[in-house]
């Protein structure tokens, strides 16, 4: 008797890829920009998001949906901004699934929205591989965790369409050791169109250029 063999890693992707699908026609026929922001535990997403939608309440409306793999800490901190927010718990999980975006937007005001950014779990490696229907991929990568993560993780990097180097704030007074220029370089010779934004989001310096991109972004569509 054969045996037919069946990659998981395979059959969990091409499951993905299904309802990933329906997200991007989802969102297509609606003309919603939706950016999947990723980054290391304690990159500052969470505060890039909230100080991105106080800043551009009168130009954009924005809507989150906050993965974690348990509580609802940022999903509560992007609340206070009065914007809408809809949590999910992997309950262990290292990523979210197109599946459980599909699910989400179903719960998010969509047509009084321009823009759906999705806080993943934080984890550089995992959400890489698994596409959500967004628009695009944003990396957040923190000047406290070392320029070498372009390196060390190269496939986020290269997938990404922008990358926010937060905390630059740090940088004054070599508080920390991170060269900014060797972050760039790596992150640009991995992906040549790649945007590239030192900011703080704790003290505002460098956020207008984001916001310009992300402007452009949504009038793009």
Request: glycine share 6%; charged share 25%; net charge positive.
């Amino acid at each position: 008797m054969s045996v037919k063999k069946v990659k998981i890693s395979k059959k969990i992707l091409g499951e993905n890829e299904k309802y990933a699908f329906e997200n991007v026609l989802f969102l297509a026929e609606r003309k919603k920009l939706c950016l999947n922001m990723i980054s290391s535990p304690g990159s500052g997403k969470t505060t890039v998001l909230a100080r991105t939608i106080t800043d551009l309440r009168d130009k954009l409306r924005i809507g989150v949906i906050e993965g974690d793999i348990q509580t609802d800490i940022d999903a509560r901190t992007i609340s206070r901004t009065k914007a809408p927010v809809v949590q999910i718990n992997t309950e262990g999980a290292c990523h979210l699934t197109a599946a459980q975006i599909k699910a989400a937007l179903q719960e998010l005001p969509i047509g009084r929205l321009d823009v759906i950014f999705v806080e993943n779990v934080g984890n550089l490696v995992c959400p890489s591989d698994f596409d959500l229907g967004e628009n695009g991929k944003v990396v957040v990568l923190s000047v406290a965790e070392g320029h070498d993560k372009p390196a060390k993780y190269p496939a986020i990097f290269a997938k990404a369409k922008a990358l926010l180097i937060n905390k630059i704030d740090l940088l004054e007074g070599a508080l920390v050791d991170f060269d900014i220029d060797r972050a760039k370089h790596d992150a640009s010779r991995l992906n040549k169109d790649l945007q590239i934004f030192p900011i703080s989001a704790k003290t505002g310096k460098g956020m207008h250029a984001w916001y310009d991109w992300l402007t452009g972004a949504v009038a793009s569509l």
